[in-house]
């Protein structure tokens, strides 16, 4: 296992994508958060402003998350395309350590980079949203990470973008190419909330929003009105670790059933 991550960390540092799309979670995340909350004005919750300064602070995932998506999935398929994946195999016979190395060293990448971009958007939000109108006159608590709930949802999104990787990671593997790959995993991702907005009946609203990958994964942002949620913030992140466990596991018994 020792040489297969060694093997896989060498391939992600010594490919220029690697560095460029990991600097495009961090510039879409941060970027989009920013730009969300110097859009975001609201003086009182009375005048109809319902807000969650720190999830408002995190828009930036929502789209950054494409950009991990694209990482994760060109992690495999990309030797699939040009063939060194024989030659991946024929180094490291055991297709699982395989797969659980590149996880490992995915997962470690998304992580570092996704916990810079949400620590920025999170500053970002702090620096400008009380200027905007959320200060603790108008019933909004401070935006700080020594908040058990802002901290838990500044966290649990770094989270959320390093499960989307090992999603991705398992969809690629499964699929085996990348156009197809990346078209499935946004299809999760973003299928389920227009859904969500076009069937009528609630009952199944909020099925639909406990299993989305998306929706119930970005529960974890939430630190206001935590009833109204479909699941607990937790639970919404266990989802979409189910999912991301669900993708990597077909994945695996599919890489030593099927030829290379």
């Known amino acids: 296992m020792i040489r297969a991550v060694h093997a896989e960390w060498t391939k992600a540092r ?48 929502d789209v950054g998350q494409a950009v991990v998506a694209a990482l994760a999935v060109l992690a495999i398929s990309t030797e699939y395309s040009t063939g060194m994946i024989r030659v991946t195999f024929t180094a490291l016979p055991g297709r699982s350590g395989v797969l659980m190395a590149k996880a490992i060293v995915l997962s470690a990448l998304v992580l570092a980079a996704g916990a810079i971009a949400v620590l920025a958007s ?32 500044t966290l649990g999104s770094a989270l959320y973008l390093g499960l989307v990787a090992l999603l991705s990671l398992g969809v690629a593997a499964i699929v085996r190419d990348a156009a197809v790959a ?45 009833a109204a949620l479909p699941l607990s913030p937790w639970a919404g992140l266990g989802v979409l670790a189910a999912w991301a466990s669900g993708a990597l596991l077909l994945a695996g018994a599919l890489l030593v059933l099927r030829d290379a």
């Open 182 to 226: 990346v078209g499935v995993v946004l299809a999760l991702l973003y299928l389920f909330p227009i859904v969500v907005t076009v069937v009528g009946d609630p009952v199944w609203q909020r099925h639909l929003e406990q299993i989305g990958p998306m929706n119930a994964g970005l529960s974890i942002q939430a630190t206001m009105n935590l």
């Open 122 to 153: 999170e500053v970002t939000g702090l620096l400008v949203l009380p200027g905007h109108g959320f200060t603790a006159a108008h019933g909004y608590a401070s935006l700080s990470l020594a908040n058990p709930a802002v901290l838990r949802a």
């Open 14 to 61: 010594t490919s220029p994508g690697t560095f460029w799309l990991l600097l495009g979670v961090l510039a879409v995340t941060a970027g989009v958060s920013a730009l969300a909350v110097s859009a975001t004005t609201c003086h009182t919750v009375a005048a109809g402003c319902q807000a969650d300064p720190a999830k408002l602070s995190l828009t930036g995932v």
